[in-house]
C-alpha cells in the first residue's frame, strides 16, 4: 500500500508571483504592486509586474501541465483582479480569467485546487487598516462569495488562506513583506486574529454560496515542525510536545494557527503567556473561526531535530557540519514530511494535503539544452519517500502539490532563487522543463510506486 488511487498530485503558484499583468483588464492594485517599486525593498530590485507572465500565457502553462502529467493544479486568485477596490465594485474582466482557466484546465483532466488568499492584498485595503480592521473578515467573506458564485460549478477544491504567519510577521512585525510595516504585539495579535476570523467567515461564505460539494482547506506554513533524532519514544515525544508548543514569538508556532481553527480553542500556554497583549477573544469568534472544513494543507520546506533533554525538554541538533541546504539555506531534511503529517495527523485527526514542498536552486539551461537539475529530484525523491512512509503507517494523506510550477518571483528575493519544475527566461518568458519534471512526471504515473 502507497498512495491512494485518487491522490491529488499536482504543482503550486500564486497570482503574484505568476501572473503579472498587474494593471490589465482593470485589476486594481495590490500592497506588493506598490511596495515592490520602494526603492530597497527587493534584493535584485525587481517586481512581479511581468513575473513569469502567466495572465498572458496561461495556454502554453496549461500545456506544460499536460506534459507534467499533474492531476491536480493548486494556483490563487488575485483579490484586487476580482474586486479592484477589495469590495463593492467586480471586475468582469478578472473573474473572466480564471474562468477561461478553470475550463482549461479541466478539459485536460486537471482538477484545479483554489487559493483564495495568497498575499496580494487589495491596497485599498490597506488604506483601510488592512489586518488591523475589524470589518477585514467581513470584506474577505464578500470577496470569497463573488468567487465561488462564479467558479464553484466546476471547483470544488478551496484553500481559504495561505502561510497566514508570512503575511502577519513577515509583512506586519519585521517589514520585510509587503506593506513592510513594524507593529507591535497588541497590532500584530490584533491582526493575527482578524487572520483567523477571515479564514472562518470565508469558510462559511464558500458553503453558502458553492453550488458544487466543497472541499475546504486552510494552509499555514509548517515551518515550526521537529523530527526526533532517533525513533526512541522519549525523543519522539519531547519532539512532538515542541511542534505545537507556544514559542518565544507566538506567531511563528503550529498550534497558534491551527488549535483555534480545527480544536476552536488557542493554546493554553499561548494565553496565559500572552493575556496582557491580546483583544477581546469572544466565543462567538472562535465558532467562527473553526468552522468545520475538510482538510489541512501542510506547506513544509524544512524541520528541525531534535531529542529529549532534561526535565520533558527538547533539546535542538539540528544543524551539523556542512549540512545539506538549499540555494536559501533551509537544511535538506526530509524527515519533514514523515513526522510532521504523522504528528499533525495524531493531534487534529484531519486529512492532509501537502500544499508546497520545494527547493530553491541555482538552475540554468545546459549547453544541451536541457535544464539539469540533480538537487532537486535527489530532494524531491527524498521528501516524497517520507510522505510515503507516513501514508504506509496510515496517515490519511491525500495529496501533494510541489513548490513550484514555473520558476516565478520569489517575494523579497525578486528572482535570484529559482524554485520551478519548470525553467523560465525571464527576458524572454520562454520555458524548459527542467530534468525534475521529467523526473517527476513519472513518479505521478506510478502513482509514487517508483519511489
Ligand atoms: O514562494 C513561497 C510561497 O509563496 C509561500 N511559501 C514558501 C515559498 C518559498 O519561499
Known amino acids: 500500500m502507497g498512495f491512494r488511487k485518487d491522490f491529488a498530485w499536482g504543482v503550486a503558484s500564486s497570482s503574484y508571483q505568476n501572473e503579472g499583468s498587474v494593471t490589465a483588464d482593470g485589476k486594481g492594485l495590490s500592497v506588493w504592486d506598490v511596495f515592490t517599486h520602494e526603492e530597497g525593498k527587493v534584493a535584485d ?7 513569469s507572465d502567466q495572465y498572458r500565457l496561461w495556454e502554453k ?13 493548486r494556483f490563487s486568485i488575485s483579490w484586487p483582479r476580482v474586486l479592484p477596490e477589495g469590495i463593492g465594485r467586480v471586475n468582469e474582466k478578472g473573474l473572466d480569467y480564471y474562468d477561461r482557466l478553470v475550463d482549461a484546465l479541466l478539459s485536460k483532466g486537471i482538477t484545479p485546487y483554489i487559493t483564495l488568499f495568497h498575499w496580494d492584498m487589495p491596497y485599498e485595503l490597506y488604506l483601510k487598516g488592512g ?4 470589518d477585514m473578515p467581513r470584506y474577505f467573506a464578500e470577496y470569497a462569495e463573488v468567487v465561488i458564485r462564479r467558479l464553484s460549478d466546476r471547483v470544488q477544491h478551496w ?24 507593529l507591535g504585539k497588541k497590532d500584530l495579535f490584533l491582526a493575527a486574529h482578524h487572520s483567523l476570523l477571515s479564514h472562518g467567515y470565508g469558510a462559511q461564505a464558500i458553503k453558502a454560496a458553492a453550488k458544487t460539494r466543497p472541499v475546504i482547506g486552510y494552509a499555514p506554513a509548517s515551518w515550526w515542525l521537529w523530527s526526533p533524532l532517533t525513533e526512541n519514544k522519549e525523543d519522539v515525544e519531547a519532539c512532538r510536545n515542541k511542534t505545537f508548543a507556544a514559542l518565544e514569538n507566538p506567531l511563528g508556532g503550529t498550534g497558534f494557527w491551527l488549535d483555534p481553527v480545527l480544536l476552536g480553542r488557542y493554546p493554553l500556554d499561548f494565553l496565559q503567556t500572552w493575556e496582557p497583549y491580546l483583544p477581546r477573544i469572544s466565543q462567538e469568534d472562535m465558532k467562527v473561526i473553526s468552522e468545520p472544513i ?19 525538554t527538547c533539546e535542538n541538533v539540528s544543524h551539523r557540519k556542512g549540512y545539506a541546504k538549499t540555494m536559501a539555506s533551509w537544511p535538506v531534511t526530509p524527515k519533514a514530511l514523515y513526522w510532521g503529517p504523522k504528528f499533525y495527523w495524531e493531534r487534529y485527526h484531519k486529512p492532509i494535503v501537502i500544499t508546497e514542498n520545494g527547493m530553491s536552486n541555482e538552475d540554468w539551461i545546459h549547453l544541451d539544452g536541457r535544464v539539469h537539475d540533480p538537487q532537486r529530484i535527489d530532494f524531491t525523491h527524498r521528501y516524497l519517500s517520507s510522505l510515503k512512509r507516513a501514508a504506509e503507517e496510515g496517515v490519511d494523506i491525500r495529496g501533494y502539490f510541489h513548490w513550484t510550477f514555473t520558476d516565478n518571483f520569489e517575494w523579497s528575493r525578486g528572482y535570484e532563487e529559482r524554485f520551478g519544475m519548470v525553467y523560465v527566461d525571464f527576458e524572454t518568458r520562454e520555458r524548459v522543463i527542467k530534468d525534475s519534471g521529467f523526473w517527476y512526471r513519472d513518479v505521478i504515473l506510478s502513482n509514487g510506486e517508483c519511489l
Open 61 to 73: 502553462d496549461v500545456a506544460l501541465l499536460e506534459e507534467l502529467a499533474v492531476n491536480s493544479y
Open 294 to 312: 475538510d482538510f489541512v494543507g501542510m506547506n513544509v520546506y524544512q524541520t528541525y531535530v531534535g531529542r529529549a533533554g532534561g526535565e520533558g
Open 159 to 182: 484553500i481559504t488562506q495561505n502561510e497566514p504567519q508570512c503575511y502577519i510577521s513577515s509583512s506586519l512585525e519585521n517589514g520585510e513583506h509587503a506593506p513592510g510595516l513594524r
Open 45 to 51: 530590485k525587481s517586481n512581479g509586474d511581468v513575473a
Open 131 to 134: 489586518w488591523l480592521n475589524r
